[in-house]
């Protein structure tokens, strides 16, 4: 029990190394955005981020039954 402890430590502890060594070598130190809006592949193909999809559908339903309404 106590050796798979100490692997999963070291595991955690090499990771983590690299993870800073690749922040100091990085030009501006910063790691490069994740978001599906920031991909300009995903925005050439038309895949928008979830919270955009949804408030896309929400405009949508609402200018639908206003016109119901009118």
Do not use: Y
């Amino acid at each position: 029990m106590v050796e798979i402890i100490a692997i999963s430590t070291l595991i955690i502890a090499i990771s983590m190394a690299f993870l800073c060594i690749k922040l100091v070598f990085r030009k501006d130190g910063r790691f490069s955005s994740q978001h599906i809006h920031d991909s300009k592949a995903m925005r050439e193909r038309g895949i928008h981020c979830v919270m955009d999809q949804d408030r896309e559908l929400r405009t949508r339903s609402r200018l639908s039954v206003n016109e119901r309404n009118n």
